[in-house]
């Protein structure tokens, strides 16, 4: 039904992104979330977030307004735990019928064609970022996947522009689009400007 392909690498000492794609039921979930860096508990903040995801996505209601209110819980649950920083995250839940998610922060999601960019996550708002109990999530929702779905943090939509990242992403399998998105963004030196994630999907 679906193909898919991860990468996640690290830009220094510590690896403070976090990506996760899994099935629950008959649903595919795509979870990348971006600790917030410079600050204590980035890497905590973002294993939080996608732990929590994974354990129970489950449960959510699988609308938009449901998604922004699961990301809402675990905002105050990030709270309440008190040894987390805060983090970005993007969750998108991709089924035969559509695709529906919900985003805080710089991460995004993009579906992407031929015909251009459809820019998922466009419309969120960057701060406050989860983990400080007043997150503001952003829901989105479309018909079915006909392109290639990208979830990604900034460490690739920041340092690289709309253009070539699409053309990468629709260039080859999955597999190879998304070691080739991390590489479009290695400087020379074989360093990365930040942490990477990469989540790719196409339909099969």
């Known amino acids: 039904m679906f193909a898919t392909a991860k990468q ?40 939080f977030v996608t732990q929590r995801v994974r354990q129970t996505i489950q449960t959510a209601d699988l609308s938009p307004a449901g998604l922004m209110e699961f990301l809402r819980l675990i905002d105050h649950q990030m709270v309440e735990a008190r040894n987390v920083g805060e983090t970005t995250c993007v969750v998108v839940v991709a089924s035969k019928e559509r695709m529906v998610g919900a985003s805080v922060g710089d991460s995004g999601a993009w579906h992407i064609t031929p015909a251009g960019i459809d820019y998922l996550t466009g419309h ?27 979830v990604a943090s900034d460490g690739l939509l ?15 399998d999955v597999e190879a ?26 339909p099969t």
Request: aromatic content about 6%; hydrophobic content about 45%; charged content about 20%.
């Open 124 to 150: 969120q708002t960057r701060k406050p970022f989860l983990g400080v109990g007043c997150a503001m999530p952003y829901g989105f929702v479309r018909g079915p996947l006909t392109g290639t779905l990208l």
């Open 8 to 47: 996640i690498h690290a830009g220094s000492h510590e690896l403070q992104d976090r990506a996760e794609v899994f099935w629950s039921g008959p649903n595919l979930v795509l979870v990348v979330a971006d600790g917030a860096g410079g600050r204590s508990g980035a890497a905590e903040a973002a294993e």
């Open 158 to 172: 920041k340092y690289s522009s709309a253009e070539q990242i699409a053309a990468v992403t629709l260039a080859g």
């Open 177 to 202: 689009s998304a070691k080739n998105l991390v590489e479009l963004v290695r400087y020379s030196s074989g360093a990365l400007p930040d942490d990477v994630s990469v989540l790719l999907v196409r």
